[in-house]
């Protein structure tokens, strides 16, 4: 089996032959970001921004948008922080942008949706976000949710780089995206994988019911095919791929996806040590011949023995 590997986290994600994988917090307010910060964690890598409006009634003027980033920015001065567009709609509505009734709102007119329809809205946040950037010194990414297609993502990247933002990329959490990851990556900077939504379109299960969480398994052997699709993709592409799901917070998994080509992590911040300490204990090669193994197994109590067994197979 491999080793459990040393409980010290220096602050830098890599295995223990010096491949770095960022292991990055996920945020939503001011507190958050103080805590990742304190964590050790080497950036952000999804900061919700509709967590600041679940309680607005109206969009909030560029200024008052600007000023609560810049907030949430401002421990990670000097790092690299995505701010995630509003992923408004289905689990998270927020009463200025989603719409009133739809059959299935998870399949609905959600996250970068909203924008094709509103366009001003999203422009008006990519102003606050690149004011908030400046305000910080953070190193700011802007990504996108809800994204179907490569059309989709180019769309969003040229209205990101109209912004003066520099770096664009896209959620990729929808099954279609994952299987146009090389399409995708042409159009984008970068890609981060939502594996909540991923899992809960990949099956057909509703994220939110327990009745079908069986299904919403990440270790799941047909979802971590598309985390492979993905991770080829984006080392063809020499961009990088992350995972912001809570996937990224299962140590062992941690090791699966830094096998299938996977550079980032992102992470509720209870999790940040964990993941920094697992990775530190194996070799690339190691975590690839893991995945390789994981991808062959039938289901996800055999793929969870299958990675825990480590490289002794
Ligand atoms: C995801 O879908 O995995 C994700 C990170 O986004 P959210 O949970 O906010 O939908
Ligand atoms: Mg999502």
């Known amino acids: ?34 805590a990742a910060a304190d964590a050790g964690a080497e950036g952000v890598g999804l900061f919700r921004t509709e967590f600041c409006y679940l309680d607005a009634e109206a969009e909030p003027p560029v200024a008052e948008q600007r000023a ?77 949710p809800m994204v179907a297609t490569a059309a989709e993502a180019a769309w969003f990247a040229e209205r990101v780089r109209a912004a003066g933002i520099a770096r664009a990329g896209v959620m990729i959490e929808i099954p279609a995206a994952a299987l146009s990851a090389t399409e995708i990556l042409a159009a984008v900077d970068f ?39 993905i991770g080829s993709a984006a080392k063809a592409a020499g961009k990088p791929a992350g995972v912001c799901g809570e996937a990224a917070a299962d140590p062992v998994l941690a090791r699966v996806f830094t096998g299938l080509g996977l550079t980032s992590l992102s992470m ?12 530190a204990g194996v070799t690339l090669a190691q975590c690839e011949a893991i995945a390789a193994r994981v991808l062959e197994t039938a289901d996800p109590a055999e793929a969870r023995r299958t990675a825990r067994d480590g490289d002794s197979g």
């Open 68 to 144: 609560a980033y810049a907030a949430v920015l401002t421990p990670f001065a000097g790092k690299p922080v995505i701010v995630r567009t509003l992923d408004a709609g289905a689990d998270k509505p927020l009463a200025f942008l989603s719409p009133a009734a739809e059959p299935n709102p998870a399949l609905g007119v959600r996250g970068l949706r909203v924008a094709f329809d509103r366009p001003e809205v999203l422009d008006r946040q990519l102003e606050a976000i690149a004011g908030a950037a400046q305000d910080s010194g953070a190193e700011v990414s802007v990504m996108a």
């Open 268 to 279: 509720n911040v209870p999790a940040i040590r964990a993941v920094g300490a697992s990775l």
């Open 1 to 34: 089996a491999v080793a459990a590997g040393p409980a010290e986290w220096n602050g830098v994600g890599t295995t223990s032959d010096g491949h770095h994988v960022k292991v990055l917090g996920n945020v939503g307010s001011p507190a958050d970001a103080q």
């Open 191 to 229: 890609v981060s994988v939502g594996t909540n939504d991923l899992a809960q379109y990949t099956f057909a299960a509703d994220r939110q019911l327990g009745a079908v969480a069986k299904l919403n398994d990440p270790w799941q052997p047909a979802l971590l095919r598309l985390l492979e699709l």
